[in-house]
């Protein structure tokens, strides 16, 4: 009897997309807010959002001394850098390991780009670059791709101070002087010119609707495809 010796069909299963972590930057007024809601919207329980400086519990008491607290606008750059990677250590242990974990990728609103542009360039005019280097590397988790919502100091000042008497929200980054503004602008120019980062940079000064679905789209694209 001749035995069978053709081969059985192989059935290629095509590996399943491993969670991402995208972060959404962007200066005071970008819109980062605003698409990360839609993004929220449109994606459901597919993903977790959250933001910084907070998203975990103890991480929100550290973005209300860092942000709220009146004494905050006079501390050194080196506390409030302190500041915002202690609450990044938080929140990375709280909720962005365990959400990654369970399959579930991760869109925060700021990470530690904010950090650089915000308290190394715009605050210590880089005095503080080796200590964020240095910080960075003891993260157990690093972004997988960085959109950066870019508008002018200018513009974004506009919005921000028409949404703080709107929402009576804000911190006393919003009341910097526009060279502060334009000093965090080219601290997030200088980040993400690192070749090391993974970034794209999305043209914020156009209708808000159009952002939203460019993100959208680059974000569906970056979580469905391993």
């Known amino acids: 009897m001749q035995k069978n010796t053709a081969k059985k069909s192989e059935v290629k299963i095509k590996p399943k997309p491993q969670p991402k972590f995208i972060v959404l930057e962007g200066g005071e007024g970008s819109g980062k807010s605003s698409v990360l809601i839609a993004l929220r919207e449109a994606l459901g329980d597919a993903v977790v959002t959250t933001r910084e400086p907070g998203g975990s519990p103890f991480a929100e008491v550290i973005r209300n001394t860092a942000l709220k607290d009146p004494l905050a606008?006079?501390?050194?750059?080196?506390?409030?850098?302190?500041?915002?990677?202690?609450?990044?250590?938080?929140?990375?242990?709280?909720?962005?390991?365990?959400?990654?974990?369970?399959?579930?990728?991760?869109?925060?609103?700021?990470?530690?780009?904010?950090?650089?542009?915000?308290?190394?360039?715009?605050?210590?005019?880089?005095?503080?670059?080796?200590?964020?280097?240095?910080?960075?590397?003891?993260?157990?988790?690093?972004?997988?791709?960085?959109?950066?919502?870019?508008?002018?100091?200018?513009?974004?000042?506009?919005?921000?101070?028409s949404r703080n008497q709107s929402l009576l929200d804000g911190n006393h980054f919003d009341n910097r002087a526009i060279a502060f503004h334009n000093s965090v602008r080219d601290g997030y120019k200088k980040f993400f010119g690192n070749k090391e980062i993974k970034s794209v940079v999305v043209d914020g000064h156009r209708p808000i609707a159009e952002v939203q679905r460019e993100v959208l789209d680059i974000v569906w694209k970056m979580i469905l495809f391993p």
């Open 73 to 161: 606008e006079g501390a050194l750059p080196q506390t409030m850098l302190s500041l915002m990677f202690a609450s990044r250590f938080e929140h990375v242990a709280k909720t962005i390991l365990p959400a990654m974990k369970s399959g579930k990728s991760v869109i925060t609103d700021r990470f530690d780009g904010s950090s650089f542009a915000y308290n190394v360039i715009a605050q210590s005019e880089g005095a503080l670059e080796e200590v964020f280097w240095h910080l960075r590397k003891q993260l157990n988790v690093l972004p997988d791709l960085y959109i950066y919502i870019d508008v002018s100091s200018e513009e974004g000042l506009r919005r921000a101070n």
